[in-house]
């Protein structure tokens, strides 16, 4: 079956530079999300999508943007990166939006802030 | 490598044993409980579900109890197999956080021979 695919799956940056991050849900699903998961840490929700329109938002830095594009993949754009920034990022996909629905996850990007 | 865990608690059980792990949940008003597994390189994985009307709900050699008394919730994996080790982790969601899950603190499962 079709998953989340994440790309690309590992990304290094300097310090102040930007990354994007790309997201395609699983077809169909219309709600994602995205979380930060620092080293030796648990996911960390950052924003979340439902039908191209932002829905919930978390501890995501101002120095972050996302969006959700009219075929239901999400980019999370990421500005004067800090080494901080430095974690794994995961999307998740479900139908329909709000946690109690089941989120899939993808593989994650992981990035390096050098 | 995959550096997600490296300071996680951990529970060691003989293959074939049963596993129990354990998680305390922060918000009361939480109506809704995952439990995932997450492998290293990749994400977390869906194991089973538990809403707040229940007390225990049972899947494929995996059984979720809760406890909302005490805010506590725990994942039983019965005949622990080497394919079991992970890292996992509770989540909860909140009616009012609706597309929030918040995720506790993991625990790494090791199974040997």
Known sequence: AAGVIQSPRHLIKEKRETATLKCYPIPRHDTVYWYQQGPGQDPQFLISFYEKMQSDKGSIPDRFSAQQFSDYHSELNMSSLELGDSALYFCASSLGGGASYEQYFGPGTRLTVT | ?113
């Open chain 2, 1 to 113: 490598g995959e550096s997600v865990g490296l300071h996680l608690p951990t529970l060691s059980v003989q293959e074939g044993d049963n596993s129990i792990i354990n998680c305390a949940y922060s918000n009361s008003a939480s109506d809704y409980f995952i439990w995932y597994k997450q492998e290293s390189g990749k994400g977390p994985q869906f194991i089973i579900d538990i809403r707040s009307n229940m007390d225990k709900r049972q899947g494929q050699r995996v059984t979720v109890l809760l406890n909302k008394t005490v805010k506590h919730l725990s994942l039983q994996i019965a005949a622990t197999q080497p394919g079991d080790s992970a890292v996992y982790f509770c989540a909860e969601s909140s009616p009012y956080n609706t597309d929030k899950l918040i995720f506790g603190t993991g625990t790494r499962l090791q199974v040997f021979p």
